[in-house]
């Protein structure tokens, strides 16, 4: 059974993950273990580095420390894996975001569309109601609205507004978005997934 890495843990570990690079290493590593994991199974309680040094044979000598996860990550067991993984796409879009490189490069063109100045203006307005950790949470639903729902359809009508379609994914999902969501702006497209995720990325910090 997965569940989620404690926050404290989490907020150690992002803070040694200082460049785009050093996230993508880390989640190269956990696609393997995913792969591992999903053919033969594990302890669910079973550290992660001691999985990495055990069964798969990591080691900072064959591999380099760099791309392996930090001390800070001795809090992670296989139990959190999906999690973790998750957490780490989120900031490596996060950091691409920031850096003004595209966060999403996996997604039709046709979703990339800006939200404008006015768009950001409002999405900038809205956010200002609300604190960083509501924000943080948006966010990571967003994250997961792109990547499982906008990339994984083939057909999909881009001018259906963004909070309409996470709305309606949130509740066949189980959700449980902040209320605050039901205020973020009408205007803005599905289209404009990418953009409005990169303008809320800003707002976060």
Not at 65 to 91: M, Q, Y
Not at 171 to 189: H, S
């Amino acid at each position: 059974m997965q569940t989620e890495l404690n926050e404290m843990t989490w907020r150690a570990i992002r803070e040694d993950l200082r460049s785009v690079e050093a996230v993508n290493d880390v989640l190269l590593v956990l696609d393997v273990v995913i792969g591992f994991l999903s053919s033969a199974g594990g302890d669910p309680e079973q550290k992660l580095s001691s999985y990495l040094q055990d069964v798969l044979k990591y080691s900072q000598t064959t591999h380099g420390a760099d791309h392996l996860p930090g001390k800070r990550a001795e809090g992670v067991c296989l139990k959190h894996i999906l999690n973790f993984w998750t957490l780490l796409s989120i900031e490596k879009a996060r950091k691409l975001s920031l850096n003004k490189q595209i966060p999403f490069s996996f997604l039709k063109e046709e979703f990339h569309e800006d939200v404008g100045e006015v768009g950001r203006t409002k999405i900038k307005k809205w956010c200002k109601e609300m604190s960083v950790n509501k924000i943080s949470k948006i966010l990571t639903y967003l994250h997961e609205f792109i990547i499982f729902f906008v990339q994984g359809r083939d057909v999909i009508e881009k001018n259906y507004g963004l909070k309409e379609c996470i709305l309606i994914h949130a509740e066949n999902e189980d959700w449980n978005l902040p209320e605050d969501f039901n205020q973020f702006p009408e205007e803005i497209l599905l289209s404009q997934c990418a953009s409005a995720w990169a303008v809320l990325a800003e707002q976060e910090h």
